[in-house]
């Protein structure tokens, strides 16, 4: 009788030791398998640590002299890209967090005027100056989305990001 009571009493106890452990654990990342695409599957968030949310942020002008709401105003899709990152990495370095503490991101891109879609290679370019590099491995889950249109006529992308902060 004793023995049909010891498997489930150490599975339970098992359970409870591992959910202890990865409450005080790091964030895990889990990598797309089989792929060298720069995002991730999933993302673990231990109990201590906490989500830091930024708002949709978008790009800054990239040429002033060009007339405005014109596409060179604000750049292509890569530029505009690379200008919404480097806001985004400004707002966390002020919150004491950087792109390495990116864990999730929602991109909204506009397809440039004349296309038939969005620029997701554009968007790649931008994007992979800030993630998955020698200097910033660290990759977020993400999810990139066409949109008709942004606050801004001119804007071709929006960017959210959820950022996690260790306990300390």
């Known amino acids: 009788m004793i023995r049909k009571f010891i498997a489930p009493l ?16 790091e964030v895990v ?7 060298d695409f720069p995002i991730l599957q999933a993302v673990e968030v231990p109990a201590d640590a906490t989500l830091v949310y930024l708002s949709g942020t978008v790009p800054t002008v990239a040429n002033e002299t060009a007339e405005k709401g014109s596409p ?10 690379a200008s919404v990152l480097a806001s985004i990495e400004k707002k966390l370095a002020e919150l004491d967090l950087d792109m390495g503490d990116v864990i999730k991101m929602q991109a909204y891109l506009v397809a440039p005027e004349g296309s038939n879609g969005m620029d997701f290679q554009g968007f790649m370019e931008g994007y992979t100056q800030y993630f998955g590099t020698e200097e910033q491995p660290e990759l ?4 990139v989305f066409e949109v008709a249109g942004l606050a801004n006529p001119a804007w071709l992308v929006e960017i959210e990001v959820v950022a996690v902060r260790q306990g300390s």
């Open 72 to 81: 060179e105003y604000f750049g292509d899709t890569a530029t505009q890209t």
């Open 140 to 143: 977020p889950t993400r999810s």
């Open 10 to 25: 150490a599975a339970v106890a098992s359970l409870m030791t591992t959910s202890l452990y990865a409450q005080g654990s």
């Open 29 to 35: 990342r889990h990598g797309l398998p089989d792929s």
